[in-house]
């Protein structure tokens, strides 16, 4: 079946200009992660929803970065007034697991977006 | 907080011969994930390990878990040219809601002829 889409695949944005991150998860999976990897970093944690619930925002960086997933299947990203430093690839994950102790717990990630603010 | 800290940060390997990646972290953990990223790519999935003594192996990679030193390893022999890549460890909060991962710095492998 369909793995975990991401579109763009590639963002250039000016500064200052908003842009949307669209992700669509495997179908059925009820968790959906987002996480931002630096150059040469390793992934971090941003937001997490289960369905459409943000349960989880901790890791957003600034109030200018929101997401939502108003029908808990895709989700969508938006950075407002971007800066340089967003610039990172944004990677989706999603996974089964209807709760945290449930089996089909892993995560899997789509291709990412590479957002350059210029 | 949960700290994942991976070393070396860099590999040079030498076709043939054996090398170990290390993975430590902070708190206690449930879940340990080893995951391959190749240049412009996204995370490929390795190993889960999810008890203390876990070992997995997969062609010329093995991991292993002892969740009581908080610490994992990647172990790679006889190393070949297709093991060059970046290579991440990743813990998740098990019994923190979401299962979020929290991952190391990465070790980037490269493996010479």
């Known amino acids: 079946g369909a793995g975990v889409s991401q579109s763009p695949r590639y963002k250039v944005a000016k500064r200052g200009q908003d842009v949307a991150l669209r992700c669509d998860p495997i179908s059925g999976h009820v968790s959906l992660f987002w996480y931002q990897q630096a150059l040469g970093q390793g992934p971090e944690f941003l937001t997490y929803f289960q369905n459409e619930a943000q349960l989880d925002k901790s890791g957003l960086p600034s109030d200018r970065f929101f997401a939502e997933r108003p029908e808990g299947s895709v989700s969508t990203l938006k950075i407002q007034r971007t800066q340089q430093e967003d610039s990172a690839v944004y990677l989706c994950a999603s996974s089964y697991s209807p709760s945290s102790g449930g089996p089909d717990y892993e995560q899997y990630f789509g291709p990412g977006t590479r957002l350059t603010v210029t | 907080e949960l700290k994942v800290e991976q070393n070396p940060l860099f590999l040079s390997m030498q076709e043939g011969k054996n090398y170990t990646i290390y993975c430590n972290y902070s708190?206690?953990?449930?879940?340990l994930y080893w995951y391959r990223q190749d240049p412009g790519k996204s995370l490929e999935s390795l190993f889960v390990?999810?008890?203390?003594?876990a070992v997995k192996q997969e062609g010329r990679l093995m991991a292993s878990l002892d969740t009581k030193a908080r610490l994992s390893t990647l172990h790679i022999t006889a190393a070949v040219h297709d093991l060059s890549a970046t290579y991440f460890c990743?813990?998740?909060?098990?019994?923190?809601?979401?299962?979020?991962?929290?991952f190391g710095g990465g070790t980037r492998v490269l493996v010479k002829p």
């Open positions: 990743a813990v998740d909060g098990y019994k923190a809601a979401g299962n979020k991962l929290t």
């Open positions: 390990l999810l008890s203390n003594g």
């Open positions: 708190t206690t953990s449930d879940r």
